[in-house]
Structure formats: structure tokens, C-alpha cells
């Protein structure tokens, strides 16, 4: 299964970072470049359609996200999406081999957030491996730093934007509730800004793209629409959440014990762009 890698230019120590981990890994994968002239004419049109006002980069980032999903219906194939701050375990070729042949799944999500992040997932497993399970995943699919598409997923996404759905791109697939939507466990990938939360080395310092300075000012623009909007959008989680009560439990997902990053001194010496 290939990867996309979702990556701003400028952002080269990350994406020297992605290139040593997935060649290591055996992983081939795809640069999808985060930059492109068509984002400010996108966050003109369309930030404003979500519960709230949408940021430059929101916008932009589910745009890119958009785009993986149209090459993942192009090329009529399962896509392991990205983004650039991923880190993954040292198993996930291995898992990735046995994911590609079942069938039945639109979307799984492979991350794990920390233990304060729960989602709402299946008690009982619906396919185990050696070294992990894939459970039915019904609410909190936050978090959009890898998860493997197929392309009846894609097109149910795309077909919500078609319908004139723009939202940040983890909540808006959140929302798609017509997703057959999976999770793995333990998770073999964590956002950058995670290792120290699980003690592990960080491999290269971070820092976010999407400011949370500009956040709050998005936010702080609400209109009576944006309101409406997020509480009809909680009334369907709340529902949702309602519906799976007896078959599900709403809890935090484990990671991987086999992530290994070098410590500092060494990483500042591998992972260096060309």
C-alpha cells in the first residue's frame, strides 16, 4: 500500500523526517504538496460554511486532504494519507500488508491522541492479527495525521463537498456518518506532538501551522447561522453517540510499544532535507 504525504514546502526538516522513516519502514509513498494558489480563492469561498469561521490554514489543510481523496479515486486503490508530522511504529508495513486485502471498510483510522482523547468504538473486535485488532469506530475520529482511505470512502466524502460540506478535515469526516469507519489497536501512529506525552523521543521539534492565535480569532466572528449550525451538530453526535450505547464503549486507544525514535543529538544529525 502507498502513502501520500501531505507537506508544505517550506516545511523541509519534516518532510526529511517522513522520507528516513517510510524508507526505513519499506513504505513507497507520494509528496502531495500543501501549497497551492487555489487556497486563498478556497478560503474566500467557502470559510464560512462550517460552525464556525474557518482559518487560512483549516481551509487549506482540508483542501490538501480533498486532493488525496480524489487520487485515491483516480487510481482506484487503498492510500495510507499522511501528514507530514506522523510518526509511525516499526510494524506498520507489516499490518499495512494485512489491511490492504479486507474488504467491507471505508476509513481506518490508525492514531492515537492520548489518554485524555477517547472515541467511541465497538466492544468486541471485527478482525485480529498477531500483533493487533480493528474495532468499529462510531464516534471521535478527531485527529487527521494518518488513516488509510479506500475508494468507496473517498467517494463518500467527496460526494458530502459536492453536496456543499467544507469543514476542518478531521471533524468533517467526523460528521460522515455514512462512513464504514474503523479503528486500529493499538495505534501505530502518533502526531509528532505526542511522543513526549507517551515518553518517547521526539525526533524533530514542531511546531503547528494552524495558529491557534488565528483560531481564536475565527472564532470569536460567530453568527447566529454558525451557532445554529454547531448545535444541530451536537444533537447528531449526541444521537449517534445514543444509538451505539450497548454495543460500544467510549474510551481512549492504546499505542504501540514498538515505536523507537533516536534521541535528539542523533536525530538532528539524520533527518536533514537535500
Not at 464556525?52 to 482540508?62: D, I, K, Q, T
Not at 486500529?184 to 513526549?196: F, H, M
Amino acid at each position: 500500500m502507498k502513502a501520500l504525504v501531505i507537506n508544505l514546502d517550506e516545511a523541509t526538516e519534516r518532510m526529511a523526517f517522513q522520507d528516513f522513516q517510510l524508507k526505513l519502514l519499506g513504505i513507497h509513498y507520494i509528496r502531495l504538496s500543501a501549497n497551492c494558489t487555489s487556497h486563498q480563492k478556497f478560503h474566500e469561498q467557502y470559510h464560512n460554511l462550517w460552525e464556525r469561521p474557518l482559518s487560512y490554514a483549516e481551509v487549506s489543510c482540508f483542501f490538501n486532504h480533498k486532493k488525496a481523496w480524489e487520487m485515491i479515486v483516480e487510481q482506484n486503490s487503498p492510500m495510507l494519507i499522511l501528514e507530514d508530522d506522523a510518526c509511525l511504529a516499526q510494524n506498520t508495513a507489516d499490518l499495512l500488508n494485512k489491511i490492504q486485502s479486507i474488504d467491507h471498510m471505508d476509513y481506518l483510522n490508525l492514531e492515537a491522541r492520548g489518554n485524555t482523547q477517547r472515541k467511541l468504538i465497538a466492544k468486541k473486535q471485527r478482525y485480529t492479527f498477531d500483533d493487533a485488532a480493528i474495532f468499529r469506530l462510531f464516534q471521535g475520529r478527531s485527529g487527521a495525521g494518518g488513516y488509510i482511505l479506500w475508494p468507496s470512502g473517498a467517494k463518500k466524502l467527496l460526494s458530502r463537498f459536492n453536496m456543499g460540506e467544507v469543514g476542518i478535515v478531521d471533524k468533517f469526516i467526523n460528521a460522515s456518518y455514512k462512513l464504514k469507519a474503523f479503528q486500529l489497536e493499538p495505534a501505530i501512529l502518533i502526531q509528532i506532538d505526542k511522543c513526549k506525552h507517551y515518553g518517547l523521543n521526539t525526533p524533530i521539534e514542531t511546531h503547528s501551522y494552524i495558529s491557534s492565535s488565528n483560531k481564536h480569532l475565527m472564532a470569536s466572528n460567530y453568527s447566529i447561522r454558525h451557532r445554529i449550525k454547531r448545535i444541530k451538530g451536537q444533537i447528531v453526535i449526541a444521537l449517534n453517540r445514543f444509538c451505539h450505547l450497548y454495543q460500544s464503549k467510549y474510551r481512549p486507544i492504546r499505542i504501540s510499544d514498538r515505536f523507537s525514535y533516536p534521541t535528539e543529538s542523533k536525530t538532528q544529525q539524520t533527518y536533514t532535507s537535500e
